[in-house]
Nanobody
Framework: QVQLVESGGGLVQAGGSLRLSCAVSVRTFSSFPLAWFRQAPGKEREYVAAINLSGVGTYSDSVKGRFTISRDNAKNTVYLQLNSLRPEDTAIYYC??????????WGQGTQVTVSI
């Protein structure tokens, strides 16, 4: 059974930083792409960043240059470094993995709140 557990969220002032972690229980972690999504109050869930098997990240335009996705295959963990945070980054952040189909397993989410 695949399980994902996010951590690292919290309250931060605008311009600050956070690092989110997502520990994944899955065999051959290194064989799967991973991603982060977020959902703000009253809005649909949106894509934030993804990382492929080679460790190359891709980003939505709204976070490009501010967020960095990375993975540690030895620890079965994917990270999201959030820098230069803005109030509009406030959301629940979810990690996801593609095992059998696109983004078929999800974590429970971690709240990020950015104050003015």
């Amino acid at each position: 059974q695949v399980q994902l557990v996010e951590s690292g969220g919290g309250l931060v002032q605008a311009g600050g930083s956070l690092r989110l972690s997502c520990a994944v229980s899955v065999r051959t972690f290194s064989s799967f792409p991973l991603a982060w999504f977020r959902q703000a109050p009253g809005k649909e869930r949106e894509y934030v960043a993804a990382i492929n098997l080679s460790g190359v990240g891709t980003y939505s335009d709204s976070v490009k240059g501010r967020f960095t996705i990375s993975r540690d295959n030895a620890k079965n963990t994917v990270y999201l470094q959030l820098n230069s945070l803005r109030p509009e980054d406030t959301a629940i952040y979810y990690c996801s993995i593609s095992v059998s189909s696109s983004w078929d397993y999800w974590g429970q989410g971690t709240q990020v709140t950015v104050s003015i």
